[in-house]
């Protein structure tokens, strides 16, 4: 069984999400998320909408995800390739190169980022759109 790994806060899930999240799967046949806990996405200067219970629960809902397991820091890659076995480590391309010293423990592919869309937008234009419901504009 070939395992795949990869990480993310994956807030508010769109469909680049899952564009990631497929093409991740297509490449064995076991994926790992490693979701990003609200404490790291601090770390990270990430506010996500959702906490992390909340978008474990969407991962584990999404047919191409298998496991969800908490990202506490930026060092834990390495110990969690070993851990879960991981033969291949995916990202999308807005990392290329940043985990190439992965390279000594597992395959490590870089997928293209779904252009034009992204959580922060998503986040943006619903905060938009309730504030004009409340100004009734
Ligand atoms: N992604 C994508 N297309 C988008 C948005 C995101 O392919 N339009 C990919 C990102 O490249 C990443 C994954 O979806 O591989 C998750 O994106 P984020 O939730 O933004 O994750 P990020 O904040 O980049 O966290 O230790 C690594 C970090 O936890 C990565």
């Not at 629960?57 to 390739?81: F, S």
């Amino acid at each position: 069984m070939k395992r795949v790994i990869t990480y993310g806060t994956f807030d508010v899930l769109h469909y680049g999400h899952i564009n990631l999240l497929k093409r991740a799967k297509a490449l064995g046949d076991y994926l790992i998320v490693v979701l990003s806990s609200d404490e790291f996405n601090q770390i990270k200067n990430k506010k996500s909408y959702y906490t992390y219970e909340q978008r474990k629960m969407i991962l584990e809902a999404c047919r191409y995800v298998d496991l969800v397991v908490p990202e506490y820091t930026w060092e834990q890659k390495i110990d969690d390739v070993k851990k879960y076995q991981a033969d291949v480590f995916v990202m999308g391309d807005d990392w290329q190169g940043k985990f190439d010293f992965l390279k000594d423990f597992c395959e490590v592919v870089y997928l293209s980022r779904t252009p034009d869309v992204c959580s922060t937008q998503t986040k943006q234009y619903l905060n938009d759109k309730k504030l004009r419901k409340v100004k009734n504009i």
